[in-house]
């Protein structure tokens, strides 16, 4: 019956069927598989389709009409609790010719456009067929493709955002699954002993941390791509915390992932600060990075980072309303640290006594600096005191690396530079012994005035720093006092002193104004 019925369809009759034809086809191979042999029948409708999306000549309405048919015989292959494996493949391969012909099409080609269609519909039927399995032990992850490393590649942002979408949504499912399955194991037993979980994991980590890793250092990514970025990297770093036997072949420990998706300097700044809020508030992935008090200084140093580099271009401003709540969100994460333990609870009794007109974020960095200031000072010449130097050295890192952009960026918002200019007098009025120190050669505090009160010259001056330096002066002179007799400090201070106070002032009364002496009084 098979064979006489197997024997009416052949290419050049499928090529003619109409968009109906097609969906009647899917239909009749559809109920032949339900009550029949499903894997047979399910392999004879996957060769005929076959048929006629090997050429790529068929229009863009039947190619998704065919690929409806076959994610629905997909899902009957989970319903029924039967391997998906060779099915899934055919239907994958068919993926990566469109795939294929979707990169050769130029950018704004209608036929690009098209192709997208299909590739789109067959990224949310691989996430719907994932989604409505409740183990995962039907080798669904073959739907998981080996194109989909090209795929993130040459995605634009559009596309890009669609495609992490979906990844992500499979990656939380994943991880409830196997989850799971723990709850449902003995200690003694594991669930990740699970071999079809095994091979899952390992195709997400072979087949997308690479790209996750290269895109968390493209800062061109918009505010939206990153969040994506952000989310899938976490999935990734609770994969780790659950088994380390779930990293495949990969070679990647928690530390890695942190580095990579958070701490590293070259890291995007908005997926440094979704990955580690989302982080931090996840009692697996805490408890690990609380266990690791190197991990703590990192958080606090890019922590910093973030907050002065997030704000270069005009618009994007650290008060922006889609970024400030997620900074304020981190800091209150970065203060609950053990490590933070003792400078969070100076920094609360510093917000009590300020009154602010900053947001919190800004409010909080002043804070913090001051609080560190202040604890140095009390600890005196004690071995505390050298180790909170220590601290606080690692928390700055390469200072100047960071606030350079800014002052170079001739486009960048007043409140950016001004950030940098209060946080940096505040460092220097509070923390002046602990960025120098005399006869040490890269000191932070040379390097930090040179850049931000260099010699004035004949150059012009953007407006946003000049007044940010007359703002700020008085700071650093009150800064450099605190260590004088010192040599450096008395040269630096009678430098800065001629060069941004008398001279600020006789050009200010000259014009009639007394901004220059109000704001050094």
Request: net charge neutral.
């Amino acid at each position: 019956m098979k064979g006489r019925l197997y024997s009416k369809f052949h290419r050049k009759k499928l090529l003619e069927l109409t968009e109906t034809g097609l969906a009647n086809f899917n239909s009749l191979f559809l109920m032949l598989a339900y009550v029949g042999d499903t894997q047979d029948v399910g392999k004879k409708m996957v060769d005929f389709t076959g048929l006629v999306t090997g050429g790529l000549s068929l229009d863009i309405s039947k190619c998704q009409t065919v690929l409806r048919g076959q994610l629905a015989l997909l899902l009957l292959c989970g319903e029924k609790q039967q391997d998906m494996k060779v099915i899934g493949e055919a239907v994958a391969s068919v993926f990566g010719m469109w795939l294929k012909s979707w990169m050769e099409q130029p950018y704004e080609s209608s036929r690009r456009t098209l192709l997208w269609k299909v590739m789109s519909q067959y990224l949310e039927g691989m996430l719907y067929v994932v989604k409505k399995s409740h183990r995962l032990v039907n080798s669904e992850h073959v739907l998981l493709t080996v194109d989909l490393a090209a795929l993130l590649v040459h995605c634009r942002e559009n596309e890009l955002s669609h495609v992490l979408n979906c990844l992500s949504s499979v990656m939380s499912h994943f991880i409830r699954v196997v989850c799971h399955e723990a709850s449902k194991h003995d200690a003694e037993e594991n669930w990740s002993d699970l071999p079809q979980h095994k091979e899952f994991a390992c195709v997400l980590w072979e087949r997308v941390f690479p790209s996750l890793r290269s895109k968390s250092r493209d800062f061109s990514l918009t505010v939206a791509v990153a969040r994506y970025v952000a989310e899938l990297a976490v999935g990734f770093l609770r994969l780790v915390c659950n088994d380390v036997r779930l990293l495949g072949q990969q070679a990647v420990s928690f530390e890695d992932i942190v580095k990579d998706c958070a701490t590293n300097d070259a890291t995007h700044v908005q997926i440094s600060v979704i990955f580690l809020s989302h982080g931090l508030r996840d009692p697996v992935i805490s408890s690990q990075i609380i266990s690791h008090e190197c991990l703590q200084c990192q958080i606090v140093h890019t922590w910093l980072r973030c907050v002065l580099t997030s704000c270069q271009s005009p618009g994007e401003t650290v008060a922006s309303v889609s970024h400030l709540s997620e900074m304020e969100d981190f800091t209150d994460l970065v203060k609950q640290l053990p490590e933070m333990k003792d400078i969070a609870r100076q920094m609360q009794v510093e917000h009590e006594t300020e009154v602010s007109t900053l947001n919190s974020v800004e409010q909080s960095l002043h804070c913090f600096v001051v609080a560190v200031g202040k604890l140095h000072c009390q600890l005196a010449e004690t071995a505390a005191a050298e180790q909170l130097k220590i601290q606080m050295l690692s928390y700055l890192g390469d200072l100047p690396k960071y606030i350079d952009p800014v002052l170079t960026n001739l486009t960048a918002p007043t409140n950016s530079v001004k950030l940098v200019y209060d946080f940096s007098g505040l460092l220097v009025k509070y923390c002046n012994r602990i960025i120098y120190k005399a006869g040490q050669s890269g000191c932070l505090l040379p390097r930090l005035l040179n850049r931000l009160l260099p010699c004035v010259g004949k150059k012009a001056i953007p407006p946003s720093i000049e007044m940010c330096r007359q703002r700020s002066v008085c700071l650093f002179l009150r800064g450099l006092g605190c260590l004088l007799p010192d040599g450096f400090a008395k040269r630096k201070f009678r430098e800065i002193f001629q060069q941004y106070f008398t001279e600020s002032v006789k050009k200010a009364l000259d014009g009639g104004s007394t901004s220059t002496l109000e704001h050094f009084k």
